[in-house]
């Protein structure tokens, strides 16, 4: 240990650069160490990985954020020591935040025998936790499908408890019975949504599967969607 003349310490260097410094020839994640009380095994340990990321770690327990007053510590959230964030004094593994992640997936009207062809098959999410946000856009240049066969549309997770609602946009090319319009179903324990037409003046919400030979080859055949569901 060295403490230099303007009072810095160094620890495994004799150049500290700032008031405390601690050097170690080979990354570990607990360079500094507090330990727990009456014990040689630590309670939270700073240092880093061999890729020179800074590393803050505890000891197979939750790591916990918060804030001091007149000596008294309110925790403001919550680290769980099986993943996942919790706030404001909530430990509960169920209302923790456990996952976020965005990408993309293919989104495609298929249908259950046929391929038809597409030129624009844009899928997007967010998913937070067990809720899935998706948004697409697709074109479709032939139908090439059966014309019998269902309609529906792919999605990145399974569907699960709760089927949710996934709003259609701008529609051009499908074709609706009169007095009828489209909507997209998810199918629970699946990952998927059926692609329906309900009859508008129907009290019961009398519906039916929209399918192949509802795709035309018009000009504009374009379908647009948007919604949240359940996984």
């Known amino acids: ?21 601690v050097r170690q020839t080979a990354a570990s994640h607990a360079i500094i160490a507090c330990n727990r009380p009456n014990s ?8 880093n990985n061999s890729s ?8 197979n327990a939750d790591l916990l954020f918060g804030r001091d007053y007149s000596g008294t510590f309110t925790e403001r959230m919550r680290m769980r020591n099986d993943g996942g964030l919790c706030f404001n004094g909530d430990s509960s593994a169920a ?3 456990d996952d976020y992640e965005e990408g993309t997936f ?11 062809g597409f030129s624009t098959t844009t ?14 856009e697709i074109q479709w240049n032939a139908t090439n499908g059966t014309g019998g066969s269902a309609i529906y549309i792919p999605l990145p997770f399974t569907v699960t408890s709760c089927r949710g609602g996934l709003s259609i946009g701008i529609v051009s090319g499908l074709d609706c019975d009169s007095g009828h319009f489209a909507i997209l179903s998810p ?7 059926w692609l329906f037409q309900y009859k508008g003046d129907d009290p019961a919400g009398g ?25």
């Open 1 to 21: 240990m060295r403490i230099d003349s303007s009072g810095r310490v160094g620890i495994g260097t004799n150049n500290p650069g700032q008031k405390l410094e």
């Open 40 to 47: 040689d095994t630590f309670a939270v340990a700073l240092g």
């Open 207 to 231: 519906h039916s599967h929209m399918v192949a030979s509802d795709m035309r080859n018009y000009a504009s055949r374009f379908f647009a969607f948007a919604g949240t569901y359940t996984t």
């Open 187 to 193: 199918e629970i324990n699946a990952s998927y949504a």
């Open 106 to 116: 293919t989104a495609l009207l298929q249908v259950q025998s046929g391929s038809p």
């Open 95 to 97: 209302n923790a935040l």
């Open 123 to 136: 899928g997007r999410y967010t998913k937070i936790g067990r809720m899935v946000h998706v948004q697409g």
């Open 52 to 59: 020179g990321q800074g590393v803050l770690s505890v000891n």
